[in-house]
């Protein structure tokens, strides 16, 4: 059983799917949680979230931030100082993911897509360095699409293989106090592919090996795995967890 006792983890993207699976995975290893995610006014809904998952309010904390603008990460950071002094573990993993072919794609949607996908991680990751205690670890979010490329979503895309080579330099820098890896999930069950469920309906897993949509939960246990101990020597790695569509034909 892994332990977390008395670590600090900050976590973007809190109240989407996969990160209210890593919130849980991590407080029940006994870990203090910084979750973050857009504020109330918008559609995230994260306070409720964590008064659900800490009623005490002893061990976790949410902040609402936007990852596309600087001073909320750096707002973000001086949380984590002012709370807990430091942080062991960053999890950046804010996302969006929208349907849009390059040909008709506008230049906001493109930027917007870069900004959350990756500006937002580069913001979080720097903001944090300076917190981020020796035998800490950083964990990044890609995707499948980062890997073999995704029909109508080449924006999505690129910042997604963009955060494959942001985070191997980020490892080469953070050596040999901190490691930094990746999480490259497929098709997993949350509200971020609803609409291609909606559209494309048991066709979707088709071309995954395992012939279903993967759970929040089992990237959150990779995700929780590769900040142990148990993953001491593995830094600038990432990790697939998509029941096989990455080697799929
Ligand atoms: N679900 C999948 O199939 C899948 C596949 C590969 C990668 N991923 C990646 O995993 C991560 C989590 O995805 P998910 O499936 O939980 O999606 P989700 O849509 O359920 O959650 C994403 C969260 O990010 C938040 N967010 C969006 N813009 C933000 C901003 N500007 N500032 C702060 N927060 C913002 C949203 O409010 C939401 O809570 C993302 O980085 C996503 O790209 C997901």
Request: proline share 4%; hydrophobic share 40%.
């Amino acid at each position: 059983m892994l332990d977390f006792n008395g670590k600090v983890l900050l976590l973007t993207g809190a109240n989407g799917g996969i990160g209210r699976s890593i919130a849980k995975v991590f407080f029940d290893l006994g870990a203090h949680l910084v979750l973050s995610d857009l504020g109330e006014d918008s559609s995230s809904g994260g306070e409720g979230f964590v008064r659900e998952l800490d009623p005490s309010g002893r061990r976790v904390v949410f902040v609402p931030a936007d990852v596309t603008q600087r001073e909320d990460c750096d707002a973000l950071a001086k949380v984590c100082r002012e709370r807990f002094g430091r942080v062991d573990f960053l999890v950046p993993g804010a996302g969006i993911y929208r349907d849009q072919l390059v040909e008709t794609m506008s230049d906001d949607q493109w930027r917007q897509t870069i900004e959350v996908n990756l500006n937002g991680v580069f913001h979080c990751c720097r903001a944090m360095i300076p917190l981020l205690r020796d035998g800490g670890s950083i964990v990044t979010l890609t995707s499948v699409a980062a890997h073999r490329g995704s029909y109508q979503h080449a924006h999505y895309s690129a910042a997604k293989g963009a955060i494959l080579s942001f985070s191997r330099s980020l490892a080469l820098e953070l050596a040999p106090g901190i490691r930094v890896n990746t999480v490259s999930p497929g098709l997993i069950e949350t509200g971020m592919i609803q609409h291609r469920l909606e559209k494309e309906g048991a066709s979707l897993v088709e071309p995954t090996p395992l012939r279903r949509l993967g759970q929040p939960e089992e990237v959150a246990k990779v995700v929780a795995f590769l900040c142990s101990d148990w993953a001491s020597f593995i830094t600038g790695e990432t990790v697939q967890v998509n029941g096989g569509l990455y080697i799929a034909g």
